[in-house]
């Protein structure tokens, strides 16, 4: 992937953990995590290669059209991007934001139970990029850290 540039359609966050993660209009993003996200699981989740978890706003609306009752934030994605090309988004793919804010895909995300009430079946491995090549979310790790604004 090449660095693509797109927009900011929700940013989440969830300030005692879990899911789902609620929007808020700005984040500050360290190169950590996102500023206010607490993080429950840090053996898998934040640190510096998972600071900030992705997803594609497309994603989510052709999702909710296979009837299930995801919405931005409810599968534990910090940004919720759109007008990205999501099927190309890679580790080692970069990503630049209004602001300045760069960050670098390091890896896809493993789906959890956590996020199973996001599904009509409960079934999260639907978002499993292994199963379902260009339907995950990822993990990026923040090059140029600063604030995001929707």
């Known amino acids: ?28 993003i360290a190169t950590e995590r996102v500023v206010g ?11 510096p290669m998972r600071a900030v978890c992705l997803y594609s706003a497309e994603r989510i609306a052709a999702l909710r ?15 919720t991007l759109s007008g990205v090309d999501w099927a190309v988004v890679a580790p080692g793919g ?11 895909v390091t890896s896809y995300t493993t789906p959890c139970q956590k996020i199973a009430a996001a599904f009509s079946d409960g079934d999260s491995t639907r978002i499993h990029q292994q199963l379902h090549p260009g339907w995950s979310r990822v993990y990026a790790k923040v090059i140029t850290p600063g604030v995001v604004r929707q």
């Open 37 to 47: 996200d607490k993080q429950n699981n840090t053996l898998n989740h934040g640190g």
């Open 1 to 28: 992937m090449t660095e693509q540039s797109g927009r900011i359609a929700s940013i989440n966050v969830a300030p005692h953990g879990g899911v789902p993660k609620t929007a808020v209009a700005s984040a500050e």
């Open 65 to 79: 059209a296979e009837g299930h009752p995801i919405l931005a934030g409810s599968v534990g994605e910090n940004l």
């Open 94 to 104: 970069r990503l630049v934001f209004d602001g300045g804010v760069e960050m670098e």
